[in-house]
Every structure is written in structure tokens, then in C-alpha cells.
């Protein structure tokens, strides 16, 4: 019987570990994106925009270094990538 409670214990904190490493992800994944939205500069940077082509108070256009053009717009005072803006169910955005 012993074995099995050996076993069981060893899956718990096993189990625990997996879901305190998950946990601090989710929070470093959370405060990377929120850090990102929160101004243009820390937006053009986390897209990797290597040069600014054209900027306005509400929207600004880069090239990455692969050449390719993107626009960056703001949208409840958060930047994001123009046509990714997030979902606002009944007019409620998270």
C-alpha cells in the first residue's frame, strides 16, 4: 500500500509544479501584452517595426524587416495591429 501513496504523492507535486510554472506564464504572458498595448512605442517595438513610415494620435504605419507594412491603430486607448482590434461583445472590451 505504501508504493501507491508514494506514487500519489509524487503525481500531486508533480501536478502542482506543472500548474505553478503554467500560472507564472500566464501572468509574465499578461503583463508582456498589457506592457505592449499601453503606448505606441512599446507597440511599434513588440511588432518589431524596424522603420516608421507615418504616425497620426490614433494610428501609425512601420515597415518590418522582412519589408513587409503594417498600420498600427489605437482603440480604447490600447494599440493594436489594424483588422486585430478585440472583440467587444455587447459593447463591453476587456
Aim: hydrophobic share 45%.
Amino acid at each position: 500500500m505504501k508504493p501507491i501513496r508514494k506514487h500519489l504523492t509524487l503525481f500531486l507535486a508533480l501536478a502542482l509544479a506543472i500548474i505553478i510554472v503554467f500560472g507564472g506564464l500566464s501572468i509574465q504572458q499578461f503583463i508582456t501584452l498589457r506592457q505592449a498595448h499601453s503606448s505606441f512605442e512599446n507597440y511599434y517595438a513588440f511588432r518589431g517595426c524596424q522603420k516608421l513610415l507615418e504616425k497620426t494620435d490614433t494610428s501609425g504605419t512601420c515597415r518590418l524587416s522582412d519589408g513587409k507594412i503594417i498600420k498600427l491603430v489605437k482603440f480604447n486607448n490600447k494599440w493594436y495591429l489594424s483588422g486585430d482590434l478585440p472583440l467587444c461583445p455587447f459593447n463591453i472590451c476587456l
